[in-house]
């Protein structure tokens, strides 16, 4: 997602920026300021309302007791999620929180014995994130 001007990346309403709130939390996020909220904002509310929709255990669970066994390399823990579910799933969120215009390349390293079902290596533009579900094979 581009980002033109300068309000979006100074108030953070950024899909990343969401994401990472939303990752945070286990009860929701609070958006109180509606002078921010704009076009870009609503779509960002739209992406992460869509992740909770479709991931809604992981991030009300919060359990994050498995975090050491997914490596991500270059990425820090303010930059990554991993997120266990109650059925030994793994929910890896990858937050590119830079303000920066560019990309962020991945490789995560699912533990033995799990599958990804999306891309393990990739780039992430900046202000976005993305999600990696692993389950057991």
């Known amino acids: ?52 929709k479709d991931y809604g255990p992981y991030f009300v669970a919060h359990d ?7 490596i991500t390399p270059g990425w820090s823990d303010a930059e990554r999620e991993v997120l266990a579910g109650a059925d030994g799933s793994l929910l890896v969120v990858l937050i590119n929180s830079s303000r920066k215009a560019k990309a962020k390349a991945y490789a995560v390293q699912l533990p033995a014995g799990y599958a990804s079902e999306g891309a393990l290596a990739g780039e992430l533009p900046a202000g976005d994130f993305a999600l990696i579900h692993a389950v057991r094979k």
Do not use: C, K
């Open 1 to 52: 997602m581009s980002h033109h001007g300068h309000d979006q990346g100074r108030h953070g309403n950024r899909p990343a920026d969401l994401m990472r709130r939303a990752s945070d939390a286990s009860g929701g996020v609070l958006l109180y300021n509606y002078s921010t909220l704009d076009s870009r904002s609503f779509q960002s509310i739209a992406r992460v309302s869509r992740a909770m």
């Open 64 to 70: 994050v007791s498995r975090r050491a066994e997914v």
